[in-house]
């Protein structure tokens, strides 16, 4: 018997840690319980069971004692990032308006395009970080598992999911109105939406993610929708240098809320 934390989850693999430095790959199907980083476990062959652990409040406290000093360091180093980028960015539309200053027209021109360019380069890579969080396994579900809807839950705490404390894969049932729908990406589509359920998460937003082959219908702006899905932690992004956090979940299946 060994007795060891979770430590990182990748996919359908838990990392387990022990005291005495090693690491063991578990698969999360062999688990009884829906692992989160942080659990501790006891591992008997291929059998884990979580545990309870008189250290787990202080370690709880160190870890987001970490979470506190890196998140400065992380809106930092985005900061840094995005000044970069901008005085390179500055710097290609100055050189062409000096390249293009012979013609209004010609000069108007290339503007337009890079403008066009600049824009379809921030969305390339806005669809990219978004579609690079969803793992391959949860890109698809059994079609029973995925129709039973008595399997889903519309009892959640909106404070616990924002601050990424929700387990995650919880099967979940969100209803709200589509205020943004961005376009459709290799994998699937986003979307936010706003929650219109009583509760603690009455009027605040949701990120859904919609993988290929599960939209039925095209969405658009102000739709209202019941979404069920799985939980997945929170998603992360910037907008005028400030980190903006959304609840964020895979939806295998909507409906046009009447």
Known sequence: MNKGKIIKIIEDTAYIGYEDGSLKEIAIKSCDFEPTIGDYVEVYGDIVIRVEDSKESTTVKKHKSRKSKIKPILIALVVIVLSISAYFIMNQ????????????????????????????????????????????????I??????????????????????????????????????????????????????????????????????????????????????????????????DNSVILRPFMIAYLHETDN
Do not use: C
Not at 188 to 214: H, K, M, R
């Open 93 to 140: 539309i100055t050189t062409s308006q000096n390249t293009s200053s012979s013609s209004k027209s010609s000069t108007s021109s290339s503007k337009s395009s890079s403008s066009s360019s600049s824009q379809e380069s921030s969305s390339s890579s806005t669809k990219s970080s978004i579609s690079g969080l969803v793992p391959k396994s949860l890109l698809t």
């Open 142 to 239: 059994d079609d029973e598992e995925r129709m039973d809807k008595q399997k889903y839950t519309s009892s959640f705490d909106y404070d616990k999911w924002i601050h990424d404390e929700l387990p995650r894969y919880m099967k979940i049932r969100v209803s709200g109105e589509a205020v943004q729908v961005k376009d459709s990406e290799d994998k699937g589509t986003v979307i936010q939406i706003v929650s219109n359920e009583l509760g603690s998460g009455y009027g605040e937003p949701i990120a859904v993610f919609i993988p290929n082959g599960y939209l039925s219908r095209v969405i658009v702006e102000g739709d209202k929708l019941v979404l069920y899905g799985k939980t997945y932690g929170v998603l992360q992004t910037t907008k």
